[in-house]
């Protein structure tokens, strides 16, 4: 039994919450300790467990950068219970066997529950459809299907894997870039790609394929995922959209709302990722997007890429950026600091709609009694100063590196177990 004592649900309502085997079985003031691992949490905002519907986990194939393992403890640090398994692995999760095979190194490892996404396309080639019914119906019981990393440009294609989905309340969750205009891209084409010449990824490149797939999900009456969108054209679209009644919930991560193109001036590759980092009008209305609730969650795209990967000239660096250890932080940073969001509102968009969309019944519950004991304590008055080295994922990529952000996810409970304590992973 645990018992977390004075904690500020969701900043609000101070109380103790009692654990009990997986469930919370007790909320309220002055709870009798007796028998209890007695956890003080004064001063600690308590969160439902994060959901994550956008990690890289990179087993199998790219154990190099991640391991199940590695990932989920890195995902128990950032204050996650949960997290969504991105497709493009080696072999691709586009069979049953595989994304079965994830699941099980998720449960084994017993830090998060993994939930594998299923390629919509074999081998993420945008050729033909992969074997989506079967990856539903699978013990992996896949209902998010995407070809992250790829666009599923073909509308054809995303037509009919948008169709095919519906039968079975799934949803596709999109890559949107439009390839041919993004050939060879190397960052956000603007006035900074001009200064220093490198080749621009255009904002249209994102907006056209959001607005078409948007047509698509309303044509068929499907339901659509937009993940890391980037732009504010983006944002508008999916405002319109929604305004229809379009079935589309939109992501944006946490790099993109704090991080600009300016740093591609340092032509670090740490700041490399796909989409790019983009202007502050750009981040203004993704912010202002997840404070109106056009943008739906806050996913990580957590990236991690080898060292060589990154340890290199800005042209040959792989894109993305790892996250899960700062997405908190940097959320609290960018939008509860200014007062855009509060910490209900962060619940919602870091746990709840999260969890609704991957359709994950025992994950994004409120703090209940009765509920399954998923939760995260953070404290905000605790800044820490990034160090790639110093986390739970294997990679260092983390742009954030030398920074200080605000606070500090200090306890994570998965199903009744402490996965973190006091900032660091249990065993
Ligand atoms: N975001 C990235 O820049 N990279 C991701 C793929 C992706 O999310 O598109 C990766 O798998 O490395
Ligand atoms: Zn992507
Ligand atoms: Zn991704």
């Known amino acids: 039994m645990i018992l977390f004592t004075n904690a500020s649900i969701l900043g609000t309502q101070t109380a103790d919450i009692r654990i009990d085997g997986e469930t919370i079985t007790e909320i309220g003031q002055g709870l009798d300790p007796a ?86 396309t074999v081998g993420l ?16 019981n896949v209902t998010m299907f995407s070809d992250d990393g790829m666009c599923v440009s073909d509308p054809v294609l995303m037509r009919r894997a948008l169709e095919y989905v519906r039968t079975f309340g799934g949803v596709i969750a999109q890559h949107a870039q439009e390839p041919r205009l993004t050939e060879g891209a190397q960052m956000h084409e603007g006035e900074v790609s001009a200064e220093i010449g490198l080749a621009g990824w255009p904002a249209v490149a994102e907006e056209s394929i959001i607005a078409r797939d948007c047509l698509l999900a309303k044509h068929v009456g499907s339901r659509l995922h937009v993940l890391h969108v980037s732009t504010k054209g983006s944002v508008d679209i999916i405002r319109w959209a929604k305004g229809l009644g379009i079935d589309v919930t939109a992501e944006a991560t946490p790099h993109h709302i704090s991080l600009d193109h300016t740093r591609a001036r340092t032509y670090d590759p740490r700041f490399k990722v796909n989409p790019p980092l983009r202007t502050d009008e750009d981040i203004d209305a993704l912010k202002a997007g997840l404070a109106d609730g056009t943008i739906d969650t806050i996913g990580t795209d957590h990236a991690p890429h080898p060292v060589e990967a990154k340890d290199c000239e800005w042209g040959a660096g792989a894109f993305g950026m790892t996250g899960l250890e700062t997405a908190l932080a940097v959320v609290h940073k960018e939008l509860v600091a200014p007062g855009l969001l509060d910490w209900a509102d962060v619940a919602r968009v870091m746990s709840t709609k999260p969890a609704e969309i991957g359709r994950m019944a025992d994950q994004g519950r409120p703090i209940a009694v009765g509920e399954p004991a998923n939760l995260c304590f953070y404290n905000p008055d605790k800044p820490v100063t990034v160090r790639g080295k110093e986390q739970n994922t294997k990679s260092t990529n983390t742009p954030w590196e030398g920074m200080t952000l605000p606070g500090q996810v200090t306890h994570t409970v998965f199903r009744g177990r402490i996965t973190c304590r006091e900032g660091k992973v249990t065993e």
């Open 125 to 140: 080639k945008g050729e033909k459809l992969a074997e989506l019914e079967a990856m539903y119906e699978s013990r992996a």
């Open 35 to 120: 028998g209890a691992e007695v956890i003080d949490a004064t001063g600690l905002i308590a969160l439902p467990g994060l959901v994550d519907l956008h990690t890289h986990l990179r087993q199998p194939g790219h154990e190099d950068a991640e391991t199940v393992l590695s990932g989920t403890k890195a995902a128990a640090a950032g204050g996650f219970t949960c997290v969504h398994a991105m497709a493009n692995t080696t072999p691709t999760q586009d069979t049953a066997g595989v994304v079965e095979q994830v699941g099980k190194l998720g449960k084994k490892a017993g830090y998060a529950y993994v939930q594998p996404v299923g390629a919509v």
